[in-house]
Nanobody, 122 residues
């Protein structure tokens, strides 16, 4: 089993900053990529940012220039620095990991954290 635990969510004012963290543990042979997704009420879950084991990053257009993903994939950790937050950023943020759990390449699955609430409001 693989577990992902997010932390750092909370209430912040528009224009403020927040830093999310995620730590993965369990049967992990290696991690190909980790990322952050978010889901607002009534909306589809969407990719926010992703980082690969090689350090390549991807961002949603809506957060590019404001959010920064970082971390050490080899150590099963990832962070999301969120600056210039807007009310539209309000959502549950989920950590995701593309995990290889064994020597066989067949043992590769996506895992999700429980989510952490981010609320941007005055």
């Amino acid at each position: 089993q693989v577990q992902l635990v997010e932390s750092g969510g909370g209430l912040v004012q528009p224009g403020g900053s927040l830093r999310l963290s995620c730590a993965a543990s369990g049967r992990i042979f290696s991690i190909y990529a980790m990322g952050w997704y978010r889901q607002a009420p009534g909306s589809q879950r969407e990719l926010v940012a992703m980082i690969t084991s090689g350090g390549r990053t991807n961002y949603a257009d809506s957060v590019k220039g404001r959010f920064t993903i970082s971390g050490d994939i080899a150590k099963n950790t990832v962070y999301l620095q969120m600056n210039s937050l807007k009310p539209e950023d309000t959502a549950v943020y989920y950590c995701n990991a593309d995990v290889r759990s064994g020597a066989s390449l067949r043992h590769r699955n996506d895992y999700w954290g429980q989510g952490t609430q981010v609320t941007v409001s005055s």
